[in-house]
């Protein structure tokens, strides 16, 4: 089956360092998107990146998708403790019904 | 508009006792996806439904689960005789036609 992979699960920053991590999936995909999840809280959908190369960018945070569609990358300037939780991609492979594959996430943790 | 609603958010069952969790979806969304979200994991797909009709169920366990979204009310995930390892967060997500998928709050399972 379709698998979605974030490697590490964990990192941790010094506040004002750049953090980036990366997805990886197993099969060609539609569209990816990032979630992030405060400790105790639910996911909370921050992008969806659909064409292949596209980048996106929301103020500190840049989205990647790959040329061939099949990883992403989610980089953070300069973290702030505003940072901290832990970021889901999510893929959905073309004609899935919109079934989105998680990845395990990579938890964030940033030092003031 | 009110985001995606989950009750109860937390509920403590015995082992051999029946679960019922609720979702309400946002106004207008007539898709509605369930995850489960083990400690320490990530997002687990478990069943995909439109309104009276589930459309793919493949991360559903073959026994004691079900899932269903009437035409009128919330949908509901059923956990029947639960055991020690069904104890996890379950949240639902919805979307308007095939689209970005927005998450409730959760319901925290604890199974006694």
């Not at chain 1, 999840?37 to 996911?43: D, K, T, V």
């Not at chain 2, 958010?9 to 979702?23: D, F, I, N, P, S």
Request: with cysteine; charged share 20%; aromatic share 10%.
């Amino acid at each position: 089956g379709q698998q979605v992979m974030q490697i590490p699960q964990y990192q941790h920053v010094q506040e004002g360092e750049d953090f980036t991590t990366y997805c990886n999936s197993s099969t060609t995909l539609s569209n990816i998107q990032w979630y992030k999840q405060r400790p105790g809280g639910h996911p909370v959908f921050l992008i969806q990146l659909v064409k292949s190369g596209e980048v996106k960018k929301q103020k500190r945070l840049t989205f990647q998708f790959g040329e061939a569609k099949k990883n992403s990358s989610l980089h953070i300037t300069a973290t702030q403790t505003t940072d901290v939780g832990t970021y889901f991609c999510a893929g959905e492979k073309a004609g899935a019904n919109s079934k989105l594959t998680f990845g395990k996430g990579i938890t964030l943790s940033v030092r003031p | 508009n009110a985001g995606v609603m989950q009750n109860p958010r937390h509920l403590v069952r015995r082992r051999g006792q029946e679960a019922r969790l609720r979702c309400s979806p946002m106004k207008g969304h007539s898709h509605v996806y369930w995850y489960r979200q083990l400690p320490e994991e990530g997002l687990k797909f478990m069943v995909y439904l439109q309104k009276e009709n589930i459309i793919d169920e493949s991360g559903m366990p073959k026994e004691r689960f079900s899932a269903e979204f009437p035409k009128e009310g919330p949908s509901i995930l059923r956990i029947q005789q639960v055991v020690r390892g069904d104890s996890a967060a379950y949240f639902c997500a919805s979307s308007p036609l095939m689209e970005t998928q927005y998450f409730g709050p959760g319901t925290r399972l604890t199974v006694l």
